[in-house]
Each structure stands twice: as C-alpha cells, then as structure tokens.
C-alpha cells in the first residue's frame, strides 16, 4: 500500500497542483503595488530564472506600517509575496526577520514540489527589504541583520534545483543531488 | 463554463468516425492475435493490415514501409537508435538541430553517452535550419540526419526536402521527426527525400498510444524492440490493434479532410494573430508563413507564461505553456532560445494550438480572456512600465 502511495505522489508532483489558498493568493492578491519614498526594498530572483520579486516597505517605530509587492512569476510566487506581505504588515522589524521560509510554505499550504522555491523568494525579499532599512539609516543594528545576510549571500544570483533546491555553480543538465532533469536541451 | 480546447498540439480529441470505428471494433469482440493461424488471427490480421494501408496513403509510401510503434516517442527512438546501432561500425556521426523535440534531443543525450558524436545546427530567427549548414555538418563519418519536419513549439516547417536532396547526394540516411506536422500537413516520404519518417495518431484526432515510424526499404536498421515476428521483424510485441484501428481511420480521415482542416485552422491563426498584433509589447515566434496552420506561439513581455495559463484556465481555455516556471533560468524554452529569444521573453510563452471544433467566437473569447490576464499581471510586474 505504502508503495503505491509513493507512486501516486510522485506521479502528482509533475501536475500543477494548488491549494485553494494559493489559488485565492493568485487572484485577489494583497498589497500589490508600489510606495512612494519606501524606507526599504528588496529584490530577489531574477527574470532570467523565470521569477522576479520586489517587496517594498515603510517603517515606523520599528514596525511595518505598510509593505507593498510586485512580482513577474508563476502563480506560486504570486500567491507568496501576497500572503508574505500580509504575514509582515503590523509586525515588528525584529518579528518579520524570524519569518522562515517554512513558515511561508506552512501559511500557504500544498505548493507543487518544484515550485516550493517560490516560498522561499518571499521570505528572502522581506528579509531584504529590512536590510536595506537597515543599511540606509547607516551603521545602527547592524547585528541585527549580520545573520541574514549571509544566508542570501549563498543564494543570490543563483539558480538551484526546483525539486530539491540545491544551488547550482553552472548550468547543468542534471541536479546532482536528486537526479532530476533541470536543463535546456542541447545548448 | 464551456471548455475550449487550443491545445491540440499535446492531443486532438478522437474524430466522432474513428470513435466509431474504435467502439465497433471493442463491441464485435475482435481480440485475436494477428500471429495466430485461425480464423479468429485472421480478423485481426484484416483489420492491422487495412490499417496499414490506410496510413501509408497518408505520406504516399507502400503498406509493407509502415511500422506500427506505441506513439511518436517510440518511432523517433526506434529510428535514431536503430540506425546509430545498425551502422555504428561504419560510423558514430549523428546530425540534427538545436531545436528538436526532447524526445530527439534525449535520444542523442543517450547516444553520446555511448561515444556518437552528434552536430547540433543552430537555427534562424523564424526557427529555420539552412540547408547549407546540414551540407557542412555531414563527413564522411555521418551515419544519419535526423531533422524534425515541424517544430512543436513554434510550428515553423522545415526545409526537409532540400535536406533530403543532400541526404541523397552524400548517400547518408534521413530521419525526420513528423509527429507534430504528420497528419496536419501534406507529406509525400517520396518528395521529402526521407528514409525515416515518425508520425503519431494523437496529432491527428486518432488515439494516442499508437503512432507509426515509416522506414524505406533496404533502410539499414535494428528493431528497437526484439522479439516475436510482428511488423515483419522490427518492431516486436502484439500490437495494439484497437489504437491501430483508429489510428488508420484517423489517417484517412486526416487525408481526405486536409483541404478543408487547413482553411479552417488558417482562418483562426489569421484572426488570432489579427488580435494579438493589437497588444502591445507581444511577439509572435516562428516563421510567419512556413509554419503550422493551427498553432500559434505567443511571447507577451513582463509576465510568466504559466500564471497566464492558470488564468485562462480558471476562464475554461486550455493552452500550454513549454516553460515549467520553477527551474530558474534552465528552464526557458531551448528552441525559443535558439532562435534568440532572450530569457525572459521566453518565460511569458502562451502556446495556442488550434483545431478543428474550434470557432472564431472562441478566438474571440480567448483574446478577451489573455487581454484581462496581461493586464492584470502586468499590474503587479515590477518590469512593466505603462507607455
């Protein structure tokens, strides 16, 4: 039995898959837009990769007062810098760097498996809008931030694998970790 | 909602005579085997080889060069493999395109693991491979040319008969890979100069599960697929003679129905495309007249192709969408890339494939629906700027 459910999961996985979140994410996205003078951008993915996310944020006091996005992407990527966005607005700087890409994925439920990327777009944008919060009012908390920093240091730029996220150095045909074919045909 | 169908590049629904003749065929209980010696073999064998018949009509070849195969990707396989090892002490040089099917492109993936080299030739802008470079490619190491008729993607045609004549000159085998075109288009083996030739029923409003590889006589090839006697000793295995059926009526049906097919499809194209030039900031791919009548490919600027297609979809239009979002930058479109398709344009690629149900108040609907998903998309692109 255990094998057949195995079977029918990876047969799943090549299927577009959305939850009913996702889907209401999709259509009736939040905060969609741009703010005038923001205090704080960040901007992950790249067309190239097919995604392509900008969250913008106003701070006072610490908090997030009002946070807008706009995203080229798949509809994944679309419902995550909604429901991300919605997630940081009200909370603390402090709260929305504790905001995990799990997290993310956990809020929006089932993503396909190739597209759990996506999740993790939205987390590293907001993160990175605080940072350039950070960065601009100049030399305060910079601890704060150090941490974060170094992770989308390992990622920016980069493509990694859409099954299992492994970050790639060079185009390949192949992920090496999990096999899976990634590439574009005969270059 | 009505569903409309612009996806008949994937599949075509079965044609209402062929459903016929498949329900016919399951209801008068004809299950023989063809190999068998009695009369209920013999039902069977009628039926296979009327079949066979009624596909050879389709690209003017004999019924004995018709090869009965489980669908496109078996023929091509069976072709590019059968040849490479029926000839590999002879040579291990394959020629082909950048912008070939991926069951193509695979095949070859495989063969180059096992030492063949293979020469990819790059396209044009429209997707066309010039005949010259395919003259340039072959050496005397060359053991076959495997080009694809039609391009599934961008439904660009190519120059297979001046392929076929420097085929012929430089006595080196020609495959061409025909599913996407095999059926839609007029095809003459004999014209094309081809010595192979893939086609499958599921292009052409036949099964799928069935398709047919053509191979000239004296053509020197191994079975893919070893075993029993069938289809004169290369291609084993009891065929599937319920999709064979369909797949013979759909051939005849798809010959004698051409003339009007092709009008009624190009009457579409024209009007969609018509539409699409009113958009700002769109690109049609592929060739604007040596192309498919039914498909066209359309590259909208500041948007993702597949959050397009979910939209329409939630809007009852099927399309299809070549770049799977996720894979980062691997995953845009090969044969858009080779003919310079930038990334990004590549990733907002709608496919719309047209047939024969379909009417121009769907284009009508379709258009509106892509008109409201651009927009809205755009709307939150942070690449679009409102000119």
């Known amino acids: ?187 | 909602m009505n569903t409309i169908y612009f996806d008949h590049i994937s599949a075509t629904p079965l044609h209402p005579a062929v459903k016929e003749i498949m329900i016919n065929f399951i209801e008068n209980d004809n299950f023989g085997n063809p190999l068998s010696q009695h009369q209920i073999g013999d039902a069977a064998v009628e039926a296979l080889e009327g079949a066979r018949g009624q596909v050879a009509q389709l690209i003017n070849a004999k019924p004995e060069e018709i090869v009965f195969t489980s669908n496109g990707t078996e023929s091509i396989n069976h072709a590019i493999k059968g040849v490479a090892f029926a000839k590999f002490k002879k040579g291990k040089h394959i020629v082909s395109t950048n912008i070939e099917h991926q069951s193509v492109a695979r095949t070859l993936r495989v063969l180059m693991k096992l030492g063949y080299q293979v020469t990819a030739i790059p396209v044009d802008k429209y997707g066309l491979v010039d005949p010259n470079d395919v003259e340039k490619a072959i050496t005397d190491n060359t053991i076959l040319v495997s080009i694809m008729h039609a391009n599934n993607e961008i439904g660009t045609i190519e120059p297979i008969a001046e392929i076929g004549k420097i085929t012929r000159a430089k006595n080196v085998l020609f495959h061409t890979d025909a599913v996407a075109s095999g059926g839609n288009i007029s095809i003459d083996v004999d014209e094309l100069g081809v010595d192979l030739l893939s086609i499958a029923a599921n292009q052409f409003y036949g099964p799928s599960g069935v398709g047919a590889l053509y191979i000239r006589p004296k053509t020197e090839i191994f079975p893919l697929i070893d075993g029993g006697t069938q289809e004169n000793n290369r291609r084993a295995g009891t065929q599937n003679i319920l999709g064979i059926v369909g797949m013979g009526k759909a051939a005849e049906l798809a010959r004698i129905e051409m003339p009007q097919r092709t009008e009624h499809l190009l009457k579409l194209k024209k009007a969609f495309v018509e539409k699409l030039n009113t958009l700002d900031e769109v690109h049609i791919n592929g060739h604007p007249e040596i192309s498919l009548p039914g498909l066209v490919s359309v590259s909208v600027e500041y948007v993702e192709g597949e959050s397009m297609m979910i939209m329409l979809e939630g809007e009852g239009i099927c399309v299809s969408t070549r770049s799977a979002c996720a894979a980062g930058s691997l995953r845009a479109s090969h044969v858009l890339v080779a003919t310079g398709c930038d990334y990004v344009t590549a990733q907002g690629t709608l496919i719309f494939s047209f047939g024969v149900g379909n009417t121009l108040g769907d284009i009508d609907k379709a258009f509106a629906a892509l008109t409201r998903s651009v927009a809205f998309l755009r709307s939150m692109s942070p690449l679009y700027k409102k000119k």
């Open chain 1, 1 to 187: 039995m255990r094998y057949i459910l195995n079977y029918y999961a990876v047969f799943k996985e090549g299927l577009m898959q959305y939850s009913e979140t996702v889907m209401d994410h999709f259509k009736n996205p939040r905060n969609k837009g741009t703010i005038k003078n923001p205090d704080g951008i960040g901007e992950v993915g790249n067309p190239i990769c097919g995604d392509m996310m900008k969250i913008m944020i106003k701070v006072e006091d610490e908090r997030i007062v009002d946070i807008k996005f706009s995203t080229l992407g798949c509809g994944a990527a679309i419902a995550v810098s909604s429901i991300v966005t919605d997630m940081a607005k009200g909370k603390t700087l402090k709260e929305v760097m504790k905001i995990t890409n799990k997290e993310v994925a956990k809020t929006l439920g089932e993503l396909p498996k190739n597209e759990l990327h996506c999740a993790n777009l939205g987390a590293d944008a907001l993160h990175m809008a605080i940072i350039d919060y950070y960065n601009r009012i100049a030399g305060k908390q910079k601890d704060a931030s150090k941490e974060k920093v170094d992770y989308i240091g390992k990622r920016k730029g980069k493509c990694y694998c859409p099954y299992c996220d492994t970050v790639f150095l060079n185009e390949t045909l192949f992920c090496a970790k999990c096999g899976k074919p990634t590439a574009r045909e005969n270059k």
